[in-house]
């Protein structure tokens, strides 16, 4: 069981630092859910009578804040590689939470999705799962006509309705019946994105 456990650590932090990455494509997307994240865990944690361990992602969440109105559209400082570091934080704070990987699955499920979408694909050309290009979902609703703005508050809007309904819900059952639901819509999303995008290529 320990070099499962191991294993298992290793894999959930590399995929929410990937996700987090993935997700710093347009000003203020990563950073805002990443506060909103940190709120929702600080929420659970003081719930849970976790009182000291809630410092930590209140101190992420204050952070975020204070970085959000310098980075959100038009942005004048990025995140950078500290996409990587706000991914690693959000992950180390799932496991100290109490292992409330569902918490976060289900605030991050549209990200998560997202992210296992585009591996899936770039496996399939043959590419190279760390390869650039605009198969995120953030970007295809961009070339739907949406403004950068209208993109991240809609992301906003999700993880916020999402992260109320993680911590309202009190069912573990009626949470994974959440998850797959909001994971299957999300990728019917992507899938009809898709196609809409390959009837407008030449």
């Known amino acids: 069981y320990y070099w499962l456990t191991v294993g298992f650590t290793l894999v959930w ?3 929410m630092i990937n996700t987090i990455n993935f997700l710093d494509g347009l000003d203020g997307l990563a950073a805002g859910v990443g506060a909103i994240v940190s709120a929702v865990l600080a929420i659970h944690m003081i719930r849970e009578g976790q009182y000291s361990v809630a410092l930590l992602p209140l101190a ?3 952070a975020t804040l204070g970085f959000l109105p310098y980075n959100f559209h038009p942005a004048k400082i990025f995140l950078g590689s500290g996409s990587l570091l706000l991914g690693y934080a959000i992950a180390t704070l799932g ?3 109490g292992a409330k990987m569902a918490l976060l699955l289900l605030v991050l499920s549209i990200p998560i999705v997202d992210v296992a979408w585009l591996v899936v694909s770039r496996l399939r050309a043959g590419e190279s799962i760390g390869h650039a290009d605009r198969r995120h ?3 295809r609703l961009l070339d739907l006509g949406l403004s950068q703005r209208q993109v991240v508050l809609l ?3 999700y993880c916020i309705l999402l992260g109320v309904s ?3 819900i009190d069912s573990r059952l ?3 019946i959440a998850l797959v639901a909001l994971g299957l819509a999300t990728l019917g999303l992507l899938a009809w994105l898709a196609r809409r995008t390959l009837r407008k290529e030449p």
Do not use: D, E, F, V
Request: hydrophobic share 60%.
């Open 95 to 97: 496991i100290a939470a």
């Open 137 to 139: 979902l953030h970007y």
């Open 60 to 62: 992420l969440l204050g």
């Open 166 to 168: 993680a911590l309202l």
């Open 155 to 157: 992301y906003y809007g």
């Open 13 to 15: 932090i590399m995929g």
């Open 174 to 176: 009626l949470k994974l």
